[in-house]
């Protein structure tokens, strides 16, 4: 029987599959009709990977570029095609000689760092391509460098030619390529050889669910109480609340009066998201605001004041 949990798991990837392999696994596990997850991870790497069942999946839109913190070790003295271990070495450097001193400086240097150039074993798409599709055929291309930032970058170890630190950054940003930058800064070349996700947005570590989590939970049926509603997972999007009237509008995909507004945050600023949700609570949309703050306090009651931009109700 199909599962019709429209719900977000907070997931714990083990080291070994591929996050959409886990996917799969998840969307067995509970029987779900279709599922999404938030913010990829390779195979070697392990930690929080967020996944979406059912209508919730209609959410990833929004959550997909929530910052991410990062544990990661990289290991000095060579640099491999892929930047991480699973790679083949390319060249070797004495790493003897690099301090912990200088290691902190490449980390400092490294924090004030704006964009980054894709490594060529990703998933990002050229001319529709997968670059790590071309990378296996032996094929390099030319990548631009995409923005990137850096929240911080905190130094947190060195033992012999194994360095650890934590990142906290933007969401797209490859460590295994900070990994390989430093070791090139360095001279001595680096790769990554452990990573763990902490943090995606408000998804946690601590607070994370294994497969055999799932399998428990799912077996003495308490699986739901241990999942997230959708409203839950975009608790970081302000909220606006609408009346009855509103309610009624937003069910059947119109524009949000400013007479429909129950509550609304004290900043209101176009281009943002906003939750909208029912009278009694409950997620209803995504919206973005007509005008801000300023201006809505001068809208009349019948002019409109925010645009619905997903709608997760059904008419």
Same mark, same amino acid.
């Not at 080291?15 to 195979?43: E, M, N, W, Y």
């Not at 599709?133 to 905190?154: D, F, M, Q, W, Y």
């Not at 029912?278 to 004041?305: C, F, H, K, T, Y």
């Given at each position: ?12 990837? /083990? ?5 959409? %392999?886990?996917?799969?696994?998840? =969307?067995?596990?509970?029987?779900? *009709?279709? %599922? ?22 209609? !959410?990833? =839109? ?13 290991? &000095? ?8 271990? $699973?790679? =083949? ?18 980390? *400092? $240097?490294? *924090? ?26 032996? !094929?390099?291309?030319?990548?631009? /460098? ?6 911080? &970058? ?9 360095? +650890? ?42 607070? %994370? ?5 799932? $399998? ?6 308490? &699986? ?5 509603? /959708? ?19 937003? +069910? ?17 600023? /176009? ?13 209803? %949309? ?30």
């Amino acid at each position: 029987m199909k599962s019709t949990l429209n719900k977000v798991v907070n997931l714990y990837k /083990p080291v070994g599959p591929t996050s959409f %392999a886990l996917v799969r696994r998840v =969307q067995h596990c509970v029987s779900a *009709k279709k %599922a999404g997850h938030i913010g990829t991870l390779d195979p070697l790497a392990e930690g929080v990977l967020p996944v979406c069942l059912n209508g919730a999946t209609r !959410i990833i =839109q929004f959550m997909s570029k929530l910052p991410k913190t990062y544990w990661a070790e990289m290991t &000095l003295g060579e640099s491999t095609d892929t930047q991480d271990r $699973d790679g =083949q070495v390319l060249e070797t450097g004495d790493w003897q000689n690099i301090t912990e001193e200088q290691v902190r400086q490449v980390i *400092k $240097d490294i *924090k004030s760092q704006t964009t980054q150039v894709p490594p060529m074993f990703s998933a990002k798409k050229q001319n529709g391509v997968p670059l790590y599709k071309l990378a296996r055929n032996g !094929i390099t291309v030319k990548r631009e /460098p995409v923005s990137i930032r850096l929240h911080s &970058l905190e130094f947190l170890s060195m033992e012999e030619n194994r360095v +650890t630190f934590r990142a906290h950054c933007s969401a797209g940003t490859y460590i295994r390529t900070l990994c390989h930058d430093m070791g090139a800064q360095l001279g001595c070349g680096a790769h990554m050889t452990r990573l763990v996700r902490e943090k995606v947005g408000p998804f946690d570590q601590e607070s %994370a669910l294994t497969l055999d989590h799932l $399998d428990a939970f799912q077996a003495d049926g308490t &699986l739901s109480d241990k999942l997230l509603e /959708p409203d839950q997972a975009l608790q970081f999007i302000p909220e606006i609340r609408v009346n009855n009237e509103g309610e009624q509008a937003v +069910t059947h995909g119109r524009l949000i009066l400013k007479s429909f507004l129950d509550q609304v945050p004290e900043e209101v600023v /176009p281009g943002n998201y906003y939750r909208v949700t029912r009278p009694g609570g409950g997620l209803m %949309a995504i919206a973005e605001p007509r005008v801000d703050s300023e201006q809505l306090a001068q809208l009349n009651p019948d002019q409109v004041a925010f645009k619905l931009k997903r709608v997760f109700i059904e008419s």
